[in-house]
């Protein structure tokens, strides 16, 4: 396989190409993309192909516009990766023309601007998904059960529905809320298929796991503590359903694992997540879930090459302070 540095951003340091790199993340979200057609049927299925082609589209269109890639490069996956992403953390009753409106965001605004594939500074997926639930936060109210709607009913692709109060999930069981028995958007609300995701990536190594991980330990570890604030009680139960039904997994592993636009040392990934992590609690209870999740993510792209800078300068005055007490 042929690999085009050109088209990874200076501060990754990788082995892998990036054709692999999107190739395993495209593999490790069909278990998100089966479970939600299978549960929301065909309106999943046609917002997900309607995403990921009107992304590749619009890419492509930017690219024949600017110039800047030769005939000879190979096809832009990445492309058919934020598609897919923004798709998945759609509700199953949003607008195309809702969807397109992310698309067009995270497409111009968040990648082209900036060169293109691997040259962005912040997730494209992620910023295209917060821009319209800033712009049109009742027309992604769209939740409904996949076994009391149509799979085959296609009107709220072309007509936005009534909104509708977003779902409430403690009465939910254990087993609903692993296997996903629930209303959400299309490929956040089944965490054994996001798990599986998780470990494909992983042994493919194509994920860094310090951010995942110190985020969502955070998220468990304070939860109760915020909620002990808000409702005067302590519990750790409501951190394992906020973690299972909100989306944050999802997120964590498909958002925060991307090797972009997310810090690529060990402790500046680890500080990402924890601040990723307070983020989230200090506003979950003044705004929409996704924009709590969302917008966290995109103020710690934007310092990812700062942090890194200070956690390699941080490193460096160590090593040279252990040679000093050495000699």
């Given at each position: 396989?042929?690999?085009?540095?050109r088209?990874?951003?200076?501060?990754?340091?990788?082995e892998?190409?990036?054709?692999?790199?999107?190739?395993?993340?495209?593999?490790?979200?069909?278990?998100?993309?089966?479970?939600?057609i299978?549960?929301?049927?065909?309106?999943?299925?046609?917002?997900?192909?309607?995403?990921?082609?009107?992304?590749?589209l619009?890419?492509?269109?930017?690219?024949?516009?600017?110039?800047?890639?030769?005939?000879g490069?190979?096809?832009?996956?990445?492309?058919?990766?934020?598609?897919?992403?923004?798709?998945?953390?759609?509700?199953?009753?949003?607008t195309?023309?809702?969807?397109?409106?992310?698309?067009?965001?995270?497409?111009?605004?968040?990648?082209?601007?900036?060169?293109?594939?691997?040259?962005?500074?912040i997730?494209?997926?992620?910023?295209?998904?917060?821009f319209?639930?800033?712009?049109?936060?009742?027309?992604?109210?769209?939740?409904?059960?996949?076994?009391?709607?149509?799979?085959?009913?296609?009107?709220?692709?072309?007509?936005?529905?009534?909104?509708e109060?977003?779902?409430?999930?403690?009465?939910l069981?254990?087993?609903?809320?692993?296997?996903?028995?629930?209303?959400?958007?299309?490929?956040?609300?089944?965490?054994?298929?996001?798990?599986?995701?998780?470990?494909?990536?992983?042994?493919?190594?194509?994920?860094?796991?310090?951010?995942?991980?110190?985020?969502?330990?955070?998220?468990?570890?304070?939860?109760?503590?915020?909620?002990?604030?808000?409702?005067?009680?302590?519990?750790?139960?409501?951190?394992?359903?906020?973690?299972?039904?909100?989306g944050?997994?999802?997120?964590?592993?498909?958002?925060?694992?991307?090797?972009?636009?997310?810090?690529?040392?060990?402790?500046?990934?680890?500080?990402?997540?924890v601040?990723?992590?307070?983020?989230?609690?200090?506003?979950?209870?003044?705004?929409?879930?996704?924009?709590?999740?969302?917008?966290?993510?995109?103020a710690?792209?934007?310092?990812?090459?700062?942090?890194?800078?200070?956690?390699?300068?941080?490193?460096?005055?160590?090593?040279?302070?252990?040679?000093v007490?050495?000699?």
């Amino acid at each position: 396989m042929i690999r085009d540095s050109r088209q990874l951003a200076p501060f990754i340091h990788t082995e892998k190409s990036a054709p692999y790199i999107y190739l395993t993340f495209l593999a490790a979200l069909v278990p998100c993309v089966v479970y939600g057609i299978f549960y929301y049927g065909i309106r999943a299925a046609i917002l997900i192909l309607f995403c990921m082609a009107s992304f590749v589209l619009i890419d492509n269109l930017c690219v024949r516009v600017t110039g800047r890639r030769s005939g000879g490069d190979y096809f832009d996956l990445s492309s058919l990766v934020e598609g897919l992403l923004i798709a998945l953390m759609l509700p199953p009753d949003t607008t195309l023309v809702i969807a397109l409106t992310a698309v067009l965001f995270a497409s111009i605004v968040t990648k082209q601007i900036f060169g293109g594939a691997g040259s962005n500074i912040i997730n494209p997926a992620c910023a295209g998904r917060l821009f319209i639930e800033l712009v049109w936060p009742s027309g992604l109210q769209g939740f409904s059960y996949g076994e009391t709607n149509s799979k085959f009913s296609l009107i709220s692709l072309v007509v936005q529905q009534q909104p509708e109060v977003s779902p409430s999930y403690e009465h939910l069981s254990l087993a609903e809320l692993l296997s996903g028995n629930y209303p959400g958007l299309i490929g956040t609300t089944c965490f054994i298929c996001i798990l599986v995701g998780a470990i494909f990536l992983t042994l493919k190594g194509t994920i860094r796991l310090y951010s995942p991980i110190s985020y969502l330990v955070t998220i468990s570890v304070l939860y109760p503590v915020t909620m002990l604030i808000e409702t005067r009680s302590f519990s750790f139960d409501g951190s394992l359903i906020y973690l299972l039904s909100s989306g944050a997994f999802f997120v964590a592993v498909f958002i925060m694992g991307d090797l972009t636009t997310m810090p690529s040392r060990f402790a500046s990934g680890v500080f990402a997540g924890v601040v990723c992590g307070i983020l989230t609690l200090v506003t979950k209870p003044f705004v929409s879930p996704m924009v709590s999740l969302l917008a966290p993510v995109l103020a710690v792209n934007f310092l990812s090459f700062v942090l890194d800078f200070f956690s390699k300068t941080l490193s460096r005055r160590k090593i040279h302070s252990r040679e000093v007490d050495v000699s």
